[in-house]
């Protein structure tokens, strides 16, 4: 499946799913979703270093015919997104696919990564508070 054979309805979901985690995040996210030349995590690496802002860019790239999944961080990125959110979520999109579920997966896991790169709130205590 690449990006042409998603329904317009399939299409705007995960137009809205990129826009929530960018909101959430305050990261730019971007979805790839088709073939992967050559090595797919090289592939994956040269769209991401491709985009603008790639340094706190977030790229999920998907070859659902090869049954690949990449999600590639920029450096400013991985500030707030950790290897092991990336591999829950990865985990959580791949079992969605495996139910048939391309598109949800996809959703899901965007929306997953946009909730776990919410920059930490920051508490300020005061002499009165201690």
């Not at 088709?34 to 070859?63: I, Q, T, W, Y």
């Not at 959580?92 to 959703?107: H, P, Q, V, Y």
Request: aromatic share 4%.
């Amino acid at each position: 499946m690449s990006a042409g054979d998603f329904s317009p309805s399939q299409t705007e979901d995960l137009k809205r799913a990129v826009r929530k985690a960018e909101e959430d995040s305050g990261l730019p996210f971007s979805l790839f979703v088709g073939p992967a030349d050559g090595n797919p995590r090289k592939f994956a690496e040269g769209l991401h270093s491709s985009l603008e802002d790639s340094e706190r860019a977030v790229l999920v790239m998907c070859d659902p015919d090869r049954k690949v999944l990449e999600i590639v961080t920029g450096h400013l990125a991985r500030r707030l997104l950790s290897d092991a959110d990336c591999q829950l979520a990865a985990v959580s999109m791949t079992s969605s696919f495996a139910g048939g579920d391309l598109t949800g997966g996809l959703a899901s896991g965007l929306q997953q990564l946009g909730r776990d790169a919410r920059s930490p709130r920051m508490l300020h205590v005061t002499e009165d508070d201690a």
